[in-house]
């Protein structure tokens, strides 16, 4: 299995996401926060009839970035990635986790998700409650997640798809040393 900085290598011209700026998204960016999010979720080629029924889910309110933690992160003055936290003790959820298609592997997810866990820390809780896409659980694993679970979330096609739930600890040597980095 890949280790989570291998997520930001492959692209030579791609500046160190670790020197990407990371700020509070702005209530203006929903719509394209909202974009970003169906853009992600259709990469990994899902029917458009399951896309469609997650319109709701992918959809990023000015309600939501105003009254959760909700982070972006840039590079040229484009939003690249974004993620939405649910403060709760002991274990923050996250809401939202997306990177812009064009900037996959290419760094911001570590970059995002070590930016996170620090949030999470800071905020009191021990850990990050991820319910993850059954693509993207690779992804969470290689930055330190423990799966610690599934549920059923069958779609047409695809009776026995299931959303791994996984659990990262957000006071852990390894993701310590992977926020420095990021």
């Known amino acids: 299995m890949a280790d989570a900085m291998s997520y930001g290598r492959g692209n030579p011209n791609m500046p160190a ?3 990407l700026p990371i ?5 203006d960016e929903a ?3 909202s974009a970003i999010a169906v853009a992600s979720k259709a990469t990994w080629c899902y029917p458009a009839a399951a896309l469609a029924g997650w319109h709701d889910q992918l959809t990023v309110t000015t309600d939501t970035i105003a009254g959760c933690p909700a982070y972006v992160i840039e590079e040229d003055l484009r939003v690249r990635g974004f993620y939405v936290l649910l403060p709760a003790l002991p274990h923050w959820e ?3 986790f997306w990177v812009a298609p ?3 592997r290419r760094g911001v997810g570590p ?8 949030v999470v820390a800071r905020g009191g809780a021990t850990g990050l409650a991820i319910d993850a896409d059954p693509h993207a659980e690779a ?3 290689a930055c330190g997640a423990q799966r610690v679970g599934a549920v059923a979330a069958p ?4 009776p026995d798809r299931t959303r791994p739930q996984l659990l990262l600890d957000v006071n852990s040597s390894t993701l310590q040393m992977r926020r420095s980095r990021a």
């Open 94 to 96: 996250l809401d939202h």
């Open 155 to 158: 779609i047409p096609g695809f």
């Open 17 to 19: 996401a670790a020197s």
């Open 139 to 141: 992804f969470y694993l």
């Open 23 to 27: 700020r509070r998204a702005r209530v």
């Open 111 to 118: 970059a995002l998700l070590a930016h996170a866990a620090g």
């Open 31 to 33: 719509v394209e926060l």
């Open 102 to 104: 064009a900037a996959m």
